[in-house]
């Protein structure tokens, strides 16, 4: 009689699944790289220390000296920054929920005409456009801010279209199809697929701002367009040299401030 050959035992099987080596995962990589975080901060702490030094053995006579003392400069670039940060906050309250709106149902027949509007701010220049507001509103801050709305508003407002726009009908209906109503939809699908491409609208439209508002000084806006301006028409080169570079050294932080900004509100999903 032939031996039937015995089954292996249940803990045989067990070490033999406990041996079959498992593939390892990936590493996520890292949001923020530690070259990210450093490399140009110290570019532009570089940069100042240049100046500073510069400025140590400068000749400056009584006329630039009166422009830069007093807080002049500390005056400035507060008021700079203050028009760049209320200018593109109205930018986003206005863009971002306009986009979302042309991009709902019969509205959306309207896209083309918000995206004249807009594309005609843009192009019209700066300086015009601040002119002719100043000529409306007079002299003062609320031009300045006005004009840097309009100027700055096409980024957003196209980005946050597109993105809309570019989402996968198939995911859209799919949450439709799990009993998601169409504010959940658009809450909890489409603005988080569109978040990359708003995000690069922003951050255009903040350095658009901050190079913008040099302009502000035309209408009486302040801004570190008083130093440049100054410098300009008293010839005095220390006096636009500092607001140039300030206002150089202000876009730069701005653009890498919005780029981690970018990186850190991007869905964990959509990273590549």
Same mark, same amino acid.
């Given at each position: 009689?032939?031996?039937?050959?015995?089954?292996?035992?249940?803990?045989?099987?067990?070490?033999?699944?406990?041996?079959?080596?498992?593939?390892?995962?990936?590493?996520?990589?890292?949001?923020?790289?530690?070259?990210?975080?450093?490399?140009?901060?110290?570019?532009?702490?570089?940069?100042?220390?240049?100046?500073?030094?510069?400025?140590?053995?400068?000749?400056?006579?009584?006329?630039?000296?009166?422009?830069?003392?007093?807080?002049?400069?500390?005056?400035?670039?507060?008021?700079?920054?203050?028009?760049?940060?209320?200018?593109?906050?109205?930018?986003?309250?206005?863009?971002?929920?306009?986009?979302?709106?042309?991009?709902?149902?019969?509205?959306?027949?309207?896209?083309?005409?918000?995206?004249?509007?807009?594309?005609?701010?843009?192009?019209?220049?700066?300086?015009?456009? &601040? *002119? !002719? @507001? =100043?000529? %409306? /509103?007079?002299?003062?801050?609320?031009?300045? +801010?006005?004009?840097?709305?309009?100027?700055?508003?096409?980024?957003?407002?196209?980005?946050?279209?597109?993105?809309?726009?570019?989402?996968?009908?198939?995911?859209?209906?799919?949450?439709?199809?799990?009993?998601?109503?169409?504010?959940?939809?658009?809450?909890?699908?489409?603005?988080?697929?569109?978040?990359?491409?708003?995000?690069?609208?922003?951050?255009?439209?903040?350095?658009?701002?901050?190079?913008?508002?040099?302009?502000?000084?035309?209408?009486?806006?302040?801004?570190?367009?008083?130093?440049?301006?100054?410098?300009?028409?008293?010839?005095?080169?220390?006096?636009?040299?500092?607001?140039?570079?300030?206002?150089?050294? &202000? *876009? !730069? @932080? =701005?653009? %890498? /401030?919005?780029?981690?900004?970018?990186?850190? +509100?991007?869905?964990?999903?959509?990273?590549?």
């Amino acid at each position: 009689m032939r031996d039937v050959p015995s089954e292996p035992a249940a803990s045989e099987k067990t070490e033999e699944k406990a041996e079959t080596p498992r593939t390892p995962r990936a590493p996520r990589p890292a949001r923020i790289t530690w070259q990210k975080l450093t490399v140009l901060p110290a570019a532009l702490v570089a940069v100042l220390l240049a100046t500073w030094l510069w400025f140590l053995q400068a000749d400056l006579d009584a006329l630039s000296r009166n422009a830069l003392s007093g807080g002049q400069v500390s005056k400035a670039l507060w008021q700079h920054i203050q028009l760049t940060v209320i200018s593109t906050f109205f930018v986003l309250i206005i863009a971002i929920p306009l986009g979302v709106l042309l991009t709902r149902g019969a509205f959306s027949r309207a896209t083309p005409v918000a995206m004249a509007f807009a594309n005609m701010g843009q192009a019209t220049p700066a300086i015009g456009l &601040l *002119a !002719l @507001l =100043v000529i %409306w /509103l007079g002299i003062g801050r609320r031009a300045a +801010l006005i004009g840097m709305i309009i100027y700055a508003i096409l980024p957003v407002l196209s980005n946050t279209i597109t993105g809309l726009k570019a989402n996968d009908p198939t995911l859209l209906e799919a949450a439709r199809g799990i009993g998601m109503s169409p504010l959940g939809v658009l809450r909890r699908v489409e603005l988080p697929l569109a978040v990359p491409l708003i995000l690069a609208g922003v951050r255009t439209a903040l350095v658009l701002n901050v190079g913008t508002a040099t302009l502000a000084v035309f209408g009486g806006g302040g801004g570190l367009g008083v130093l440049i301006t100054t410098g300009i028409t008293n010839q005095r080169m220390p006096v636009l040299v500092l607001g140039s570079i300030l206002t150089v050294v &202000l *876009a !730069l @932080l =701005v653009d %890498w /401030l919005a780029s981690i900004a970018e990186l850190l +509100l991007r869905p964990r999903g959509l990273q590549s």
